[in-house]
């Protein structure tokens, strides 16, 4: 019961954003009573913290990623972020986070705290150099970037590629990312 309203929560605040959804309006999409949404998750704010919380497992399996030999990190990553996106559940949760950070501060906000604490940590803490940092930021651009292209705004040109080739080349710019020569200084 609890998951068909959070369900219905992930999409009603990606399509109507967090003013234009209500407990009430949550509760006909899940075909439920509306109390039973309050009494599941209490405010709308808590509904909208639990329907952004990643599950269970995600970001331990991008923290795999880590323990791949460095040479095979990039390839790595992307594999890890192809496989998120399969599982239909997945699909719907990491869809609807994207879309509702678009517009929505307080989801933004968790979105940055599930990138700083777990996705960007699982990147850099591998890596050795004083550049790690910039490194897990540019890898971040490159996993954000196929995520809204590939199934968020779902480019038919970017849709039709095929998984081994998306592995294959944007693991290439991932792993540039990882231990290539980086242009411009730590000064900069």
Request: proline share 4%; charged share 20%.
């Amino acid at each position: 019961m609890a998951e068909q309203v959070l369900e219905a929560a992930r999409m009603s605040f990606s399509e109507r954003g967090y003013a234009g959804t209500t407990l009430q309006g949550v509760a006909r999409i899940a075909g439920v009573h509306s109390r039973l949404v309050s009494y599941y998750f209490g405010t709308k704010q808590q509904l909208l913290l639990a329907a952004l919380e990643p599950p269970p497992g995600y970001v331990e399996g991008i923290r795999r990623t880590a323990y791949l030999p460095l040479s095979e990190r990039g390839e790595g990553i992307v594999r890890q972020l192809l496989a998120a996106w399969v599982h239909p559940e997945m699909s719907t949760l990491l869809r609807s986070t994207l879309l509702i950070a678009a517009h929505e501060p307080i989801a933004m906000d968790v979105l940055r705290k599930v990138f700083v604490r777990g996705i960007l940590p699982a990147v850099s803490d591998a890596l050795v150099d004083d550049e790690r940092v910039i490194r897990s930021g540019l890898v971040a651009t490159q996993l954000v970037g196929l995520a809204l292209t590939r199934y968020v705004y779902a480019i038919d040109q970017v849709v039709a590629i095929p998984d081994d080739r998306i592995i294959a080349s944007i693991g290439a710019t991932v792993q540039a990312y990882l231990d290539g020569e980086l242009a411009g200084s730590l000064d900069a």
